[in-house]
Nanobody, 128 residues
Framework: QVQLVESGGGSVQAGGSLRLSCAAS????????MGWFRQAPGKEREGVAA????????YYVDSVRGRFTISRDNTTNTLYLQMNSLKPEDTGLYYC?????????????????????WGQGTQVTVSS
């Protein structure tokens, strides 16, 4: 349906910033909600941020609200995650995902089961 490729990960010190990118290709016409997820070793994958492609609705998990910003360039079909004031607990493999459903601007937008297309992931490591 849609192919996703993440980039922009790396290693930074606490307090630093990174911007992740996710290039979407294929048939994106049926994609209405996109999100960023992360997974640390030994932990479950968790939703970080979501964005409604047809409007301005966004949602963030409490732990990143105010520090991270999700956005999309509709011209290039690229999803972004700007991460500021990074903390060691932000370390993990970050994935972008797409769903053929609208976002609700609520916690449901961060449910892994709602998404059907995933990228390969990009590693983010934050040191003290």
């Amino acid at each position: 349906q849609v192919q996703l490729v993440e980039s922009g990960g790396g290693s930074v010190q606490a307090g630093g910033s990174l911007r992740l990118s996710c290039a979407a290709s294929g048939d994106t016409r049926s994609t209405y909600c996109m999100g960023w997820f992360r997974q640390a070793p030994g932990k479950e994958r968790e939703g970080v941020a979501a964005l409604y492609t047809g409007g301005v609705g966004t949602y963030y998990v409490d732990s990143v609200r105010g520090r991270f910003t999700i956005s999309r360039d509709n011209t290039t079909n690229t999803l972004y995650l700007q991460m500021n004031s990074l903390k060691p607990e932000d370390t993990g493999l970050y994935y972008c995902a797409a769903a053929a459903r609208s976002c609700t601007s609520g916690p449901g937008d961060l449910r892994v089961s709602w998404y059907n297309s995933w990228g390969q992931g990009t590693q983010v490591t934050v040191s003290s």
